[in-house]
Structures are given as C-alpha cells and as structure tokens.
C-alpha cells in the first residue's frame, strides 16, 4: 500500500442512519473535498480553520446530491495525522454511496479496511498496542472489555511498555560504557548494579505478563462449561448467567441434550458459558451422543461448573460426574451446591471432600450467586486487579512479545549469573529490546501489520 494518495471511505455503519460520515484523508485531502462540496457561506473549505464545521452541498457534475456539513481536520492533529475532511451526510444507503461516489470522482481513492487507523499508526499517532484496542473498542461485547480496551487505546499498556523499553536502553548503554571503558565509571548505572538492575527488569516484566490471565479472562472471556447428573439443576443455573430463560428447564431428567452457548458478562469476567446434557447412564441413543458430548466438552474448557442437587443425597451418577472431574486441577472446578431454598440432603462431604471451591447456590431464588463471581474473580482476576489502574495485557501477540521480551532478559540474568562478559549479556537485552518492540510496532514486520489491520472495518 502506497502512502500519500488520497483515500476516502463511509466511516458509519452500512444501512439506514440520521446522519453518515464519508471520511477523507491524505495530503490532498482538503483540495478533493473542495471539489465536491460547495459551501453556502465565506467561508472555503480551503481556508476553514482546523475543527470548524462549514455547511454545503455535495456536488457531482454541477448536480446537487444532498446537504451537510463538512469539517476539516489539519495535519498533525486528525485521526490519521494527515489532513482530513470529513462529510456529514444524510444517512439513507443511496444517498451516503452517491456522496461517496461525488468525493471518488473528484479525485480521492477508495480506502481499504482500516486504513485510517493504520495510517494513524504509520504516521506515528498511535503504537501497534493502540490501534489493537481501537479494533477492540469496537468489537467490546461487555463494558468490562470496553473499559479495558479503552485504557489501551488511550496508552495505559503501551506506556507502560515504553516505560520498561527506555530503561532497558539505558541499561543496555552502561553496559556498553562498561565494555569499551571497564576502568572508568562512565555509565548512568554502576557495575556493580547492573545485576540488580536487570533483576527489576525482570520482575516487572513477568508481573506485567501475569496480567494476561486476567485480561483474556476479560476480553476473550472463560470457556466454562455447567456440568453435572440430570435434573440437579444445569439448565436454571445456565438461565440465571445468561438472564433470560435460554434453556429449557423441566422435572423430567434429561431435558438438556444439545450444547447451548452463551456469552455473559460475570462480575469483571467474560464467561463463554456451555450448558450440557445431564450425565447418567442411558439407553437413549439421542441422549448418549448429548453425554458424550457434555463429557468432550466439560473436559477441554478451562472452568468447569459442576452443578449437584443439594437438597438430595449423592447418587451413584453424581460419583460418576465426580470420577470423571477428578483428574482436572482444583482451580478449574467449582462444585455449585444448588437448590439452597430447599431443605438439605445429604450430599456435601463428598463433594467437599472432591472440591477445593464449593458454592451454595440457589438457580431458583439467586442466592449464592454474588459469592460465586467473587470466587470466580479471585481465581481469574488475582483476587482483584484493578482493571481500572492496572496496565494489563489481553493480547495473544503483545502477550507473546512480552514473553520473549522476558526470556531474553532472564537469559542475561543467567549469562550473568555464570560469569559470561557483559557484551553476552548485552546481546540478550537487545533481543528483550526487540521483542518488547515489537509490541508497539516498532520492530514487527509488514506482514504482522497487514493482518493487525485486516480485522478491521472499511471506514475505520
Ligand atoms: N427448588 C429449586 N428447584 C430448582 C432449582 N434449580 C432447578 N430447580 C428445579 O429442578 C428441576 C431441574 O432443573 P433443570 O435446570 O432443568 O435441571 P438440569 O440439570 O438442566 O436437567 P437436565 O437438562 O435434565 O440434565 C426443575 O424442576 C427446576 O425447576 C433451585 O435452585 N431450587
Ligand atoms: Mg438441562
């Protein structure tokens, strides 16, 4: 892609709206708007002040097309970091494409999927971690992802990063002062206390890669599965998260056959919830294949809710669902004792004894349920980031960048550890350099690029 061309797109949704935007931008983005719309006071496009709104008429050929209002926005200071013009429009379907139509004609050029935001980023407006939360503000589902990925487009992450980014340059420098002048002390840091420097860095390296359990949680939310014997209640605990009646709920056991998926938002956490066939042994050849099913599922997700009628004693189905739930690691299984309105059975030992994380719920009356997102944000939130205050990644590439980024670091601990000379351990603190670069775009090829901006919208 070519930059510098003048490129123009519908920055509003396809359909139907009170208004559109067609948005324009390039170095000649100000002289193609002025050939397609004709404002009706003084003031020319050309000469209106950066952010000052002039109201026209769109032209194509001589025809009028439609009214609205054009405002320009001067390099630097637009979204683009180009100049930019952008056309409020009527927004009917035809009237918004004729008015794009106007504006191509007159010269610009059909922009692809996000190409304001990456021109934005090649401009320098904003980091590769920013333009990824832009991508996320928009996909947010919850308003935990929203505040999450809001943070990070106004550089909450990405400061973070540059912080730990300049400090390494500086320690990488006295390292190199070290290695050409050992004699003298020339560099910002002592020698002595190189080591200790690049044990900080390490540390706040990992704490920052720590914080992906909690920002996937978030954003790309929890498999969780609700699993457990027939009737103790799977469906009315699924309805409940979900807060609708998405399942059907009935007496009769083995209701519940299909997966049923939902996601909801749980406190801060995002829960990729499954609601399953209740296990037990059957005849039926439909309800096997839903057993099975729930079985495949409950054992690849990573939060198992195992739901048991706590009004009834243990059956020899809820030892089955017991025997198969053994092997998953305790911070995986929450043990949900449901139908706490009724009176007690004899079923808690047992599962007590079988679960770390047990929770007296009822799906009937919501009780038990406040208890059950505190539990689940202890486990998946670090019982209690701030996901307000706290830099936090939820990307699987900066995850991975961060990673290498302490890889290397811990590889110049090491190197250092066993007597290698500094310029080896210089060698592995640019590696974290690079790869820590590669976060905010600084050092990441075209190709990681092109496929950041492909999820993208036209228009963005
Ligand atoms: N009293 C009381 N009854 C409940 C509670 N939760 C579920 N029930 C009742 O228990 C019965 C079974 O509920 P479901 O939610 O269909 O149970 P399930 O585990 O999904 O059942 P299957 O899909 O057949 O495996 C229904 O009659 C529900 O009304 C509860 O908390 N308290
Ligand atoms: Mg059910």
Do not use: W
């Amino acid at each position: 892609m070519v930059y510098g061309n003048t490129v123009a797109a519908v920055s509003t949704p396809y359909g139907k709206g009170g208004i559109a935007v067609i948005r324009i931008t390039g170095d000649r983005a100000v002289e193609t708007a002025s050939r397609c719309f004709r404002p009706f006071g003084p003031f020319q496009l050309s000469d209106a002040p950066s952010g000052k709104t002039v109201y026209g008429e769109v032209i194509e050929d001589g025809n009028v097309i439609d009214d609205g209002i054009a405002v320009v926005f001067r390099a630097p200071r637009s979204y683009t970091g180009e100049d930019t013009v952008e056309i409020s429009c009527h927004g009917g379907i035809l009237v918004t494409r004729n008015v794009l139509a106007a504006v191509l004609s007159a010269g610009a050029d059909p922009a692809g999927p996000g190409e304001f935001t990456r021109r934005a980023f090649v401009s320098g407006k904003l980091s590769l971690t920013e333009a990824e939360a832009i991508a996320d503000i928009i996909d947010a589902r919850t308003d935990s992802m929203l505040r999450l990925s809001r943070q990070n487009a106004s550089g909450r992450l990405s400061g973070r990063i540059e912080e730990i980014y300049q400090g390494i340059v500086q320690l990488i420098a006295s390292v190199y002062a070290l290695i050409d002048y050992p004699e003298e002390d020339l560099s910002d840091i002592p020698a002595g206390k190189i080591r200790e420097e690049i044990e900080r860095f390490h540390g706040e390296i990992t704490g920052l890669l720590t914080t992906y359990r909690a920002g996937r949680a978030i954003v790309s939310g929890v498999e969780t599965t609700i699993c457990g014997r027939t009737n103790v209640g799977k469906s009315s605990v699924y309805n409940r998260l979900v807060g609708t009646d998405r399942a059907i709920v009935s007496d009769v056991e083995g209701t519940t056959r299909d997966l049923l998926y939902e996601t909801v938002e749980f406190g801060n956490v995002t829960l990729n919830l499954c609601d399953t066939a209740g296990i037990r042994d059957s005849d039926d050849t439909v309800e096997k294949i839903g057993i099975e099913r729930a079985a495949e599922r409950a054992l690849s997700s990573e939060l198992l809710l195992a739901v048991f009628d706590g009004s009834d004693n243990l059956t020899d189905d809820d030892e089955l669902v017991i025997g198969k739930l053994a092997g998953i690691p305790q911070e995986r299984k929450i043990a949900l004792i449901n139908k706490c309105d009724m009176k007690p059975g004899a079923c808690r030992e047992k599962i007590k004894k079988a679960f770390m994380h047990t929770v007296e719920i009822s799906a009937r009356t919501g009780e038990g349920f406040d208890r059950l997102r505190s539990v689940i944000g202890d486990i998946y939130l670090e019982g209690g980031i701030n996901v307000d205050e706290t830099p936090i990644i939820y990307n699987a590439r900066q995850y991975a960048a961060v990673k290498k980024a302490a890889e290397s670091i811990k590889n110049a601990m090491d190197a250092l550890e066993s007597g290698f000379s500094p310029d080896v351990v210089s060698v592995d603190l640019e590696l974290a350099l690079e790869a820590l670069g590669e976060c905010d775009g600084r050092s990441v090829s075209e190709d990681v690029v092109e496929s950041i901006f492909s999820r993208f919208c036209v228009g963005k």
